[in-house]
């Protein structure tokens, strides 16, 4: 089955920096990526996602990048905000079944 | 994107009784729907696949005769975590899947068996 690998654990940031995420991914099959945000109690939310046939996608501050050749995925955040604080997931899929999560990174934005 | 909808958000119940979760879309049909299980500061975990009108389909390790699932409309599904114990405190998430791909999330189910 999947595997989804996630780096690193935790990362804090300095209010207007970047911050990046990377997961590899283990399923050569995996042909849609999408990255969750989960605050404290909460469920997570579906923030930008990506699919196999596409290498970037942007959302206003958030970007996704997609290797397929070297099976990684990884989000990027620009000018991060004190809001931006939280746990970050990614997940690999393929066709219609469950996810696969990443362990997950906890992002903390220092104001 | 799509409402997915869960009751209860929180229950707290004695060691071994039953509990059960519900999970439902609001606005689309699910023809699946995944139930996951988080603990604390981790990831969330598939526990079983349940797809309208079959049997769920159970992750290893996961006892298919603790945790119930039913999926019996296109829109509502049920967990039902029978004798319940404290081990199975958690919070428990379903998610529907609308298309082929994405995933909506319930807003989760903690759980604490006393």
């Known amino acids: 089955g999947e595997n989804v690998e996630q780096h690193p654990s935790t990362l804090s940031v300095q209010e207007g920096d970047s911050a990046v995420i990377k997961c590899t991914y283990s399923?050569?099959?995996?042909?849609?990526f999408p990255w969750y945000k989960q605050e404290l109690g909460k469920r997570p939310q579906l923030i930008i996602d990506i699919r196999s046939n596409v290498g970037e996608k942007k959302d206003q501050r958030i970007a996704v990048t997609l290797n397929k050749t070297a099976k990684h995925f990884s989000l990027h955040i620009t000018e991060t905000q004190p809001e931006d604080s939280a746990v970050y997931f990614c997940?690999?899929?393929?066709?219609?079944?469950?996810?696969?999560f990443g362990s997950g990174t906890r992002l903390q934005v220092q104001p | 994107g799509a409402v997915v909808s869960q009751h209860p958000s929180r229950v707290i119940c004695k060691s071994g009784t039953s509990v059960k979760i519900e999970c439902r879309s609001l606005?689309?049909?699910?023809?699946?729907m995944f139930w996951y299980r988080q603990f604390p500061k981790q990831s969330l975990m598939l526990m079983a696949t349940?797809?309208?009108?079959?049997?769920?389909?159970?992750e290893q390790g996961v006892e298919k005769d603790k945790f119930l699932i039913n999926h019996a409309s296109l829109t509502l599904s049920t967990l039902t975590v029978t004798s319940a114990h404290p081990e199975d405190s958690s919070f428990y998430i379903c998610?529907?899947?609308?298309?082929?791909?994405?995933?909506?999330f319930g807003p989760g189910t903690r759980l604490l068996v006393l």
């Open positions: 399923d050569s099959a995996s042909n849609y």
């Open positions: 998610g529907g899947q609308a298309d082929q791909e994405t995933q909506y």
């Open positions: 606005d689309f049909q699910a023809t699946t």
């Open positions: 997940a690999g899929h393929t066709g219609r079944r469950a996810l696969t």
């Open positions: 349940s797809n309208e009108g079959s049997k769920a389909t159970y």
